[in-house]
T-cell receptor, first 111, second 111 residues
Framework: QKEVEQDPGPLSVPEGAIVSLNCTYS??????FMWYRQYSRKGPELLMY????GNKEDGRFTAQVDKSSKYISLFIRDSQPSDSATYLC???????????FGGGTRLMVKP | SQTIHQWPATLVQPVGSPLSLECTVE??????LYWYRQAAGRGLQLLFY??????ISSEVPQNLSASRPQDRQFILSSKKLLLSDSGFYLC??????????FGPGTRLLVL
């Protein structure tokens, strides 16, 4: 079993929909949680960076962490075709900078 | 602000040829540096990381090597490429106790 599980998709939604992307993990030592967006043939771009449990909002994006369930989510409101990309979750413990990544979910937002 | 560069952007090489990919970071000092490989449709595989000049840790035994000749320069090399070395190579940097930021990537095709 992988340390971080992420549904590879593809997830196809109509423009304007609310998108929910999720990751589950098994290592209770993870404290920092990240979401990256990766367009085709580009490097991953950091979208959200959160610590411990709770919610963090940035524009149309909301990151949610539930450490008791070992479950994190990224919500995208009013999704746009430009949101079509692969979304990678990543996480780490308190010490060091080594990240454990999910395999990524491919999202397609159709006009 | 910090910027990370990778070159070349795309490379097509014959089997058995040497390889040198370069990564440089601007706007920060003494970063941690990372090399990842991303196979088509798959997640990120950490290859090497470095916490300082001349300090390289290898995560996966393979046909590749890394060097860090200067504080903000990270090089990925191979003496003889294999077909299985094809992929998307990503360099990333982080400061102490922070998350990682990725470069634009190099697409390598070995024929």
């Amino acid at each position: 079993q992988k340390e971080v599980e992420q549904d590879p998709g593809p997830l196809s939604v109509p423009e304007g929909a609310i998108v929910s992307l999720n990751c589950t993990y098994s290592n209770s030592a993870f404290q920092y949680f990240m979401w990256y967006r990766q367009y085709s043939r580009k490097g991953p771009e950091l979208l959200m960076y959160t610590y411990s449990s709770g919610n963090k909002e940035d524009g149309r994006f909301t990151a949610q962490v539930d450490k008791s369930s070992k479950y994190i989510s990224l919500f995208i409101r009013d999704s746009q075709p430009s949101d079509s990309a692969t979304y990678l979750c990543a996480m780490r413990g308190n010490a060091g900078n080594m990240l454990t990544f999910g395999g990524g979910t491919r999202l397609m937002v159709k006009p | 602000s910090q910027t990370i560069h990778q070159w070349p952007a795309t490379l097509v090489q014959p089997v058995g040829s040497p390889l040198s990919l370069e990564c440089t970071v601007e706007g920060t000092s003494n970063p941690n540096l990372y090399w990842y490989r991303q196979a088509a449709g798959r997640g990120l595989q950490l290859l090497f990381y470095s916490v300082g000049i001349g300090q390289i840790s290898s995560e996966v035994p393979q046909n590749l090597s890394a060097s860090r000749p200067q504080d903000r320069q990270f090089i990925l090399s191979s003496k003889k490429l294999l077909l299985s070395d094809s992929g998307f190579y990503l360099c990333a940097w982080s400061s102490r106790q922070e998350t990682q930021y990725f470069g634009p990537g190099t697409r390598l095709l070995v024929l």
